[in-house]
């Protein structure tokens, strides 16, 4: 399983959030590609990149930070928020994303998406199912879709995406581990999925945990910036999945 760790951004920062909620900001870096130098120099491959500022304004805010921590670090970069028009989209390739996630426009303009699929290939998009009581939650987190969480996926999953990213919001920020329940029964219905698991995930214990229900990759925030779990720690175990 591949260990991901998290850069949210508002206003250029790197921040973390708790539940989504912006008015919990606390801001833990003021260069977000410095962070992402730190990740890359604990052999971390992939990091995962959310413009916040996006996600609220609809359009893409933080293309300069994507672009700084694509072409001045060897990570993979997995990007979403704000991604709205096919022009928000090419902008975040042309920036040097090597996948975008796609959240509320899957709920909103699912058409669209489908038409994305076909262009740019189920490699690079990761559809983004954030879920609030196990509904849909769209905007930065601030609506409720009213979408169950698992139709949801089944059904992107039988258009062709592969790669699904799931939040449960609850979980999000609060160092109390991840959604496991709520993987395992994605999972069981979908076991050719590739499920990045993100909200929670707190110790090496959620790391294995999320890694034998048989997700494909975990992402890590606040539990690093935290001090909740080591780079050393993150290292020692991406070295060992080799």
């Known amino acids: 399983m591949i260990l991901v760790p998290a850069i949210d951004i508002i206003n250029g920062q790197c921040v973390r959030l708790t539940k989504g909620d912006y008015g919990s900001k606390k801001v833990y870096n003021e260069f977000p590609v410095e962070v992402a130098k730190a990740f890359e120099g604990a052999g971390l491959t992939h990091v995962h990149v959310v ?21 001045q670090t060897s990570l ?16 975040a390739f042309d920036c040097g994303a090597s996948q975008v996630t796609l959240g509320s426009v899957a709920v909103i303009e699912p058409e669209l998406v489908r ?35 698992i139709d949801f996926i089944i059904e992107y999953a039988q258009k062709g995406f592969e790669y699904v990213l799931c939040t449960d919001v609850a979980k999000d920020g609060m160092l109390a ?31 294995y945990q999320c890694a034998e229900l048989g997700c494909t990759a975990a992402i890590i925030g606040k539990a690093i910036y935290e001090n909740k779990l080591s780079l050393k720690e993150l290292e020692r175990y991406q070295t060992e999945q080799m």
């Open 76 to 91: 993979q970069v997995d990007f979403g928020g704000g991604i709205k028009t096919e022009t928000d989209l090419q902008t």
């Open 115 to 149: 038409e994305w699929l076909e262009k740019f290939g189920a490699e690079q998009l990761i559809l983004g199912a954030d879920a609030k009581n196990r509904r849909i939650a769209t905007h930065g987190w601030e609506q409720d879709s009213g979408l169950d969480v």
């Open 51 to 71: 413009d916040l500022d996006g996600a609220r304004a609809k359009h893409i805010v933080n293309a300069k930070v994507l672009e700084q921590i694509a072409t």
């Open 177 to 207: 581990g991840p959604s496991l329940e709520l993987y395992y029964e994605i999972l069981e219905q979908l076991p050719e999925l590739s499920l990045i698991a993100s909200g929670g995930v707190t110790s090496m214990d959620d790391i």
